[in-house]
């Protein structure tokens, strides 16, 4: 009930493609959906997130589709560039309480040049 | 300070031996959060302070886990009796408004042999 399932582990793709990266979830009382950026040996930054109220946020390169009837989000980052490689986590968190993240287990990006 | 700040970076420790591991949140965030990131794993929430006080401490494994946070600052997370299972990335968070404004530090990689 409380995981978040992100697909696909690993993702290769070529200067200028879009990466799109999913993730599903079972709790519908999640309420706060963000996607985080980290590089090796930092920690995670928060890249952009959405709330169930909308079906699409863009900020600059990086999108969020979010699907409240199917319980699944994505991000997709347009014209990637190498510096986009790095590891990105998708979470979902309920409003009130701690407010802590359940995070998916990470997708790993690679941009080749 | 200008970013959440993690001590040691890098922590060894024998098997059953007692670790620290400190977090200095950004200057003024109630909230602090620590995470543990195991290889190849998403992100696992250990406990949450809100100023003092642990109001949410179900991520913790076992009971030879424990935090503290005093001054409304600093905190540290406290292992007893390492286990090999417990070699691990854990990352401190804090914040001021809750998940909305999440910082993580760098992380602190514990390796115990």
């Known amino acids: 009930q409380q995981q978040v399932k992100q697909s696909p582990q690993s993702l290769i793709v070529q200067k200028g493609g879009i990466p799109i990266i999913n993730c599903a979830y079972e709790?519908?009382?999640?309420?706060?959906f963000p996607w985080y950026q980290q590089f090796p040996g930092k920690g995670p930054a928060l890249l952009i997130a959405?709330?169930?109220?909308?079906s699409e946020k863009k900020e600059g390169r990086f999108t969020i589709s979010f699907n409240k009837s199917a319980k699944q989000f994505s991000l997709h980052i347009m014209d990637s560039q190498p510096g986009d490689s790095a590891t990105y986590f998708c979470?979902?968190?309920?409003?009130?309480?701690?407010?802590?993240?359940?995070f998916g287990k990470g997708t790993k990006l690679t941009v080749n040049p | 300070g200008a970013g959440v700040s993690q001590s040691p970076s890098n922590k060894v420790t024998e098997k059953g031996k007692d670790v620290e591991l400190r977090c200095d949140p950004i200057?003024?965030?109630?909230?602090l959060y620590w995470y543990r990131q195991s290889l190849g794993q998403g992100l696992e929430f250990l406990i949450y302070?809100?100023?003092?006080?642990?109001?949410?401490k179900s991520g913790l494994p076992s009971d030879r886990f424990s935090a503290e946070r005093t001054g409304g600052s600093v905190s540290t997370l406290t292992i007893q009796r390492t286990q090999q299972e417990d070699s691990a990335v854990y990352l401190c968070?804090?914040?001021?408004?809750?998940?909305?404004?999440?910082?993580f530090g760098s992380g602190t990689r514990l390796t115990v042999v």
């Open positions: 979470a979902a968190s309920v409003e009130g309480g701690s407010e802590k993240l359940v």
């Open positions: 200057s003024g965030h109630t909230a």
């Open positions: 968070a804090s914040s001021l408004t809750g998940y909305y404004g999440y910082t």
């Open positions: 959405i709330r169930p109220d909308v």
């Open positions: 709790n519908t009382a999640f309420d706060y």
């Open positions: 302070f809100q100023g003092n006080s642990a109001p949410d």
